[in-house]
Structures are given as structure tokens and as C-alpha cells.
């Protein structure tokens, strides 16, 4: 037999979530962001319950090459771009529209042969300092983009920082907004400014503008937690990490567990062993309490996370044995939830890294 660990992807929530963003954002497109993988899922697995967006959004060609191979003839966006020359050839077979953020790429295109003019998404550095032209030099690269033959169309692009309220930070996104509008007052073209955390917290219209670029949230993860959860938001989690119980072990009071004997039992207790470890990609930071379903109840991580196992207070669970389901983070087939920014929250991290993370040898289900 296999070990008992798989990973679900759940098709219809992904479709759900997307059905959420166009909520919050109903005048606009919407780009499906799919990079790193779908955030985990795997692209041609989020394909699946994503094929209902405008447009996926994502940073490899090698991924955009998929959605194409999958059958995907709608727009496909780079959001930084090319890394090189030769990628606007892969941009012109492809019919990749791209991100353009710095003078290099601007030098690439105007020596790019071609008879498909391109479209293009110029990144305005709003305040965030990691992509994207100054406001003192956006209309300049606006200007030389627009003389090009190889261009198209531009649109007006920028990232907010600190979208997710709770982030703090001295700019904020009425900041950035307003540099963006500034700069932006007396040029054409479309305009797009909202990721996940932005779509949800800010519907005016000026912000969704004409394309909204959700990523996290159509993952089922709250991209402002713990201010707001999945339930808050009505998002559904689209990832299960799934495993059981290899062995118990009944401890007297001052047994310790695992690795470090990090865990000492204030009493008799009795603990499960799962089948699920940092190998699989679950945190081996997630502390003592870390919540974990166990035959659909809420329990809690003791002791330290190994490479293969770890291990679980079934004190609330009598009827736990050999065989028994675990649930690290998502949906228990005993109808049970546990959001995987729960785990996230107790681990110090977001949801986003335990998604991306998920181990290659941990089998996926589409369900
Ligand atoms: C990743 C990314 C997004 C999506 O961000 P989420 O927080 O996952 O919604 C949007 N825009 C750009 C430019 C990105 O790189």
C-alpha cells in the first residue's frame, strides 16, 4: 500500500472562489493568477475550476505553454514580464501578453522581429520599491512604448503593498492609489490595480478599474487573516492535506514526544502518530496547539513535526485507532473544516507558503 497521505483539489470551489471575485468586483475582468504552480494546485489542475476568468496570469512560459497545450486561446499575462530577449519569441508564438517594468525590456521589444504586435502591461512603482517605472519615469516609458510598431496596446499597471489592512506600513493603499491616479490622469488605455486582498476590501470601482488579478483568494485563503477568514469572506478551500493515523501510544503523566521531547504530558493521555511530516511540506514550525482534524474533531499538534509524522493529542477523540483520518488543513470527509490560514497562523507563516509548499510526493486527487 501507498502511505496513507494524499493531497484533494476541489474543482468546484475553485470555480466558487473565482464566482467570489467577479462578486466583488463585477465590472471588471478578471485574471485567474495562477503562477508557482497554481499556488500548489498545480496549473492544469486549477485550469479545471478556473476556466471560467478572462484571462490567467502567471510568471512562466513553461506554465503559460500548459494553459495553451490545455486548450486555453484567451489571454495569458506575464506579471514580470520577460527575463530575457529570446522570451519575446515565446510572447509572439504563444500570444503572451507581458509585463513591462524596467528600460531593458522596453530595449528588448524595440529590436524584436515580429508581425504580431504586442500587448503589453506597463508596472508602475507606486511605493511598493520591488517592480515597475517611478511616477517621475512612467510617462516617459509610456511614451516610448506607445512609438513602438511592436506594441499594441498598453495597460496602466501598479501592485499595493499593504492591500491586506492588517499589514502595516507607512504607505498605504489610498497612498499608492492616489500616485497611480496622479500619474496616470492624461493617459489612455485600461487599467489594473487589484490583487486578492484589494478585490475583497476595496469594491469602489475606481480600484477594481478594468481587470482585478485575485491569486490567494481563489485558493481559499483569507488574504487579510485574521482579520477576516474563508467564512467571512464566503471562499471555500480548494486544497486538503489528508492523511491517517499510523499508530497511538498511551503516555503516563511526564512522557515526552518525538524530537527534542518537546512535548511532556501533564497527565495520562493518549496521542496519535500521523502519516504526514515536513517531507510532505506541512511546517516543522507548527508549535504544540497547532489545530488538526482527527476523524472530523478539532484537536491539536504535541510534540515537534518530523520529516514523516506527526503527532496528535487524541484526548478528544476516543474513538481514534490505526486508520483513522487526519486532516491538516481543508475539508474532513466528516464534513469538518479547518482553514489552512488556521495552520498557517499557528506555524508564523501565511497560507499562501504552506499551499506553494505541498510536497511532490504527496499524491493529488482532483475531486
Ligand atoms: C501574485 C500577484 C497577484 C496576486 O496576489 P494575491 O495576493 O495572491 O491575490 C496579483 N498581482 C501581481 C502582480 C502578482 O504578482
Known amino acids: 500500500m501507498p502511505r496513507p497521505i494524499s493531497a484533494l483539489i476541489h474543482t468546484d470551489a475553485l470555480a466558487h472562489n473565482l464566482k467570489r471575485a467577479r462578486q466583488a468586483a463585477p465590472q471588471a475582468k478578471a485574471w485567474a493568477v495562477v503562477k508557482a504552480n497554481a499556488y500548489g494546485h498545480g496549473v492544469a489542475r486549477a485550469y479545471a475550476g478556473l476556466q471560467g476568468a478572462d484571462g490567467f496570469a502567471l510568471l512562466d512560459i513553461a506554465e503559460a505553454q500548459i494553459l495553451r497545450d490545455l486548450g486555453w486561446r484567451g489571454p495569458i499575462l506575464l506579471l514580470e514580464g520577460c527575463f530575457d530577449a529570446r522570451d ?3 510572447c509572439s508564438r504563444l500570444d ?8 531593458a525590456q522596453i530595449d528588448w521589444l524595440a529590436a524584436h522581429k515580429t508581425n504580431r504586435p504586442q500587448t503589453v502591461f506597463l508596472k508602475m512603482n507606486s511605493g511598493m520599491n520591488r517592480l515597475g517605472f517611478t511616477p517621475a519615469a512612467y510617462r516617459g516609458a509610456w511614451l516610448r512604448l506607445s512609438g513602438l510598431t511592436q506594441v499594441e496596446s498598453i495597460t496602466l499597471m501598479t501592485h499595493f503593498a499593504n492591500a491586506d489592512i492588517t ?9 499608492q492609489r492616489e500616485v497611480f491616479e496622479a500619474t496616470t490622469a492624461e493617459l489612455p488605455g485600461a487599467r489594473s490595480l487589484s490583487n ?3 478585490t475583497l476590501n476595496f469594491t469602489d470601482e475606481a480600484v477594481a478599474a478594468d481587470w482585478v488579478r485575485p491569486g490567494i483568494l481563489l485558493y481559499g485563503s483569507s488574504p487579510d487573516f485574521p482579520a477576516h477568514s474563508i467564512h467571512d469572506w464566503a471562499l471555500q478551500p480548494t486544497m486538503t492535506l489528508r492523511c491517517e493515523l499510523i499508530a497511538t501510544q498511551d503516555l503516563k503523566a511526564g512522557d515526552c514526544v518525538g524530537y527534542g521531547s518537546a ?4 497527565q495520562a493521555m493518549r496521542i496519535g502518530v500521523a502519516a ?11 508549535p504544540t496547539g497547532t489545530p488538526v482534524l482527527v476523524n472530523g474533531v478539532r484537536t491539536r499538534l504535541v510534540g515537534r513535526v518530523s520529516m514523516d ?12 485507532s490505526v486508520g483513522s483520518e487526519v486532516t491538516l488543513w481543508g475539508c474532513s470527509p466528516h464534513g469538518a473544516v479547518l482553514p489552512i490560514d488556521e495552520v498557517a497562523h499557528a506555524a508564523g507563516t501565511v497560507g499562501y507558503e504552506l499551499m506553494c509548499a505541498l510536497a511532490q510526493r504527496v499524491p493529488v486527487l482532483l475531486v
Request: glycine share 10%; aromatic share 8%; charged share 15%.
Open 309 to 320: 509524522m506527526v503527532t496528535v493529542d487524541l484526548s478528544a477523540v476516543a474513538d481514534a
Open 88 to 90: 519575446l519569441e515565446a
Open 167 to 175: 499589514s502595516d506600513g507607512p504607505i498605504g493603499i489610498v497612498g
Open 96 to 103: 503572451l501578453w507581458h509585463t513591462v517594468h524596467c528600460e
Open 196 to 198: 486578492s486582498a484589494a
Open 263 to 266: 512535548f511532556t504530558a501533564p
Open 276 to 286: 504526514c511530516g515536513y517531507a510532505d511540506g506541512y511546517p516543522r514550525v507548527a
